[in-house]
T-cell receptor, first 114, second 110 residues
Framework: GAVVSQHPSWVICKSGTSVKIECRSL??????MFWYRQFPKQSLMLMAT?????????EQGVEKDKFLINHASLTLSTLTVTSAHPEDSSFYIC??????????FGPGTRLTVT | DAKTTQPTSMDCAEGRAANLPCNHS???????VYWYRQIHSQGPQYIIH???NNETNEMASLIITEDRKSSTLILPHATLRDTAVYYC???????????FGTGTRLQVTL
């Protein structure tokens, strides 16, 4: 089946710094990718929809200036957490629709802000 | 997308069938029922989906009631590796976003 990768798988950064997370579709093209955030023992919450060649669409309550999304090509979307704070520590997961019905999820990136 | 309701948690003995219910009483005619699962600290994995007919694949079976207001995911012979959170999601369209509820935490035990 189709594969979506994320890099890095985990990252620790200091408060105030920025962190970039990559999401790649390895064997298919994705004009749309989705970014989710998951806090411990909670469900996935959609943050934004990444669109190749155009601006991302953010869900209500998600700060677009803090979570920068760039969909540079048909196989790559990046999420940059700017000026990260401890409350941004979370599990970030991307997904991309593939085929006629399925969405493929990346393995996730665990961000810890100290 | 219609709201779905699932039990918070369930236990199942290894080797037995795991039956996970989902209520989607407000589902509309063009919405499919999807099931995904998430093993701890991993991305969700697609299991199965259906519109109104029962479906079966190598992983599971999906039973949808005739009125489509509820469905049951069946793992015929649960193993320890099936321990995960199972999400039932209703969605129209194929490339649209998925809205995750709280899911059912299935614990398979020896």
């Amino acid at each position: 089946g189709a594969v979506v990768s994320q890099h890095p798988s985990w990252v620790i950064c200091k408060s105030g710094t920025s962190v970039k997370i990559e999401c790649r579709s390895l064997d298919f093209q994705a004009t749309t990718m989705f970014w989710y955030r998951q806090f411990p023992k909670q469900s996935l919450m959609l943050m934004a929809t990444s669109n190749e060649g155009s601006k991302a669409t953010y869900e209500q309550g998600v700060e677009k200036d803090k979570f920068l999304i760039n969909h540079a090509s048909l196989t790559l979307s990046t999420l940059t957490v700017t000026s990260a704070h401890p409350e941004d520590s979370s599990f970030y997961i991307c997904s991309a629709p593939g085929g006629s019905y399925e969405q493929y999820f990346g393995p996730g990136t665990r961000l810890t802000v100290t | 997308d219609a709201k779905t309701t699932q039990p918070t948690s369930m236990d199942c003995a290894e080797g037995r069938a795991a039956n996970l219910p989902c209520n989607h009483s407000t589902i509309s005619g063009n919405e499919y029922v999807y099931w995904y699962r998430q093993i701890h600290s991993q991305g969700p994995q697609y299991i199965i989906h259906g519109l109104k007919n029962n479906e079966t694949n190598e992983m599971a079976s999906l039973i949808i009631t005739e009125d489509r207001k509820s469905s049951t995911l069946i793992l015929p012979h649960a193993t320890l590796r099936d321990t995960a959170v199972y999400y039932c999601i209703s969605r129209a369209g194929t490339a649209s976003k998925l809205t995750f509820g709280t899911g059912t935490r299935l614990q398979v035990t020896l």
